[in-house]
């Protein structure tokens, strides 16, 4: 009789099934088969059928995927179930949550989604995780992940990809940029980069990739950007406190307000306080029949960065 494993859906689900299928066969139980549950459309059909080792093993594994279709696990089977030393083990892939399981929850194994790391605690959790593969990454390249890569499931293959690029060594922020941000994502960085430390070459130099795609998703990421800067030109006299208030806590978004600071610096509260009124127009235009396109958002730009 088998044992049950669940895996319930996250976007880390695939890695931890690879991760059960390892663990399963150092452990003794090699993979011999995967199905999809529609090939047996009930329970009973699939213990019937899937719960026999194969003829050269004494253990095996077996994968099922889209368990759902086989709708709630029947109490009358629940005395079929064995411990964790059952000779078949059948890992159960999740579309959702485990409730159709929920009659023998205590009987089997349940595997959760990954804990959520909090945003402040990224660049920490991306160094240790470098450590564990055996290289080291600078703090500001993870600070750069950790606020560029939303997805934590990235962020783990980003690791997995740089480890494979060090070999050895450390990895800088410079191979952060160069390695994990495509042409248009390293593009977007040098252009938001160049805007707050007014470099207008490379500026200029982004535009050139980035006039090729909508306009809207540049300028929005611009103004979230600039927006920490806006709020310290705006509420100076509460500092950080005022970042905290629109998500840009300095403790916890070190990168983004780094350069919105070197943005406050470049060009002075007021021409930061006038570019976001004008972006905010150029947005809504944007939106209706007398858009400005890249003409009025580069006109704009150069606006701001040569003190017009």
């Not at 047996?40 to 059928?49: A, H, I, R, Y």
């Not at 004494?58 to 709708?71: K, P, S, Y």
């Not at 930061?272 to 730009?301: C, D, N, P, Q, Y």
Request: proline share 4%; charged share 25%.
């Amino acid at each position: 009789m088998p044992h049950l494993t669940a895996i319930e859906y996250s976007e880390s689900q695939r890695r931890q099934l690879k991760a059960e299928i390892e663990r399963l066969n150092k452990s003794g139980w090699p993979l011999s088969a995967k199905y999809d549950a529609v090939t047996f459309g009930t329970w009973e059909k699939l213990f019937e059928n899937a719960v026999t080792p194969g003829l050269f093993a004494q253990r095996d594994a077996v994968i099922i995927e889209n368990a759902e279709t086989l709708g709630d696990f029947p109490e009358n089977l629940s005395s079929m179930l064995e411990d964790e030393n059952a000779d078949t083990m059948i890992v159960i892939v999740l579309n959702g949550d485990s409730k159709i399981l929920k009659s023998v929850s205590k009987q089997i194994s349940i595997i959760k989604p990954e804990a959520q790391i909090p945003p402040w605690k990224r660049k920490d959790w991306l160094i240790s995780l470098a450590k564990e593969q055996g290289f080291t990454i600078s703090p500001d390249a993870a600070q750069l992940l950790a606020e560029n890569v939303e997805s934590q499931e990235e962020l783990r293959g980003e690791i997995t990809k740089l480890s494979i690029y060090a070999d050895g060594r450390a990895i800088t922020l410079e191979d952060a940029e160069n390695l994990s941000f495509d042409e248009g994502g390293r593009a977007l960085m040098n252009f938001l980069d160049g805007v707050c430390d007014c470099k207008p070459e490379n500026v200029a130099r982004s535009l050139n990739h980035l006039r090729d795609e909508p306009l809207l998703p540049t300028l929005t990421a611009l103004t979230n950007r600039l927006r920490p800067a806006m709020m310290l030109a705006v509420f100076a006299d509460m500092g950080d406190e005022a970042l905290r208030a629109v998500d840009a806590d300095p403790a916890k978004k070190k990168y983004a307000v780094t350069k919105a600071r070197s943005a406050l610096k470049n060009y002075g509260a007021s021409r930061v306080k006038s570019f976001m009124m004008k972006a905010s127009r150029l947005s809504f235009l944007e939106k209706t029949s007398h858009a400005e396109g890249w003409f009025g958002f580069e006109a704009l730009i150069w606006e701001l960065m040569t003190k017009i």
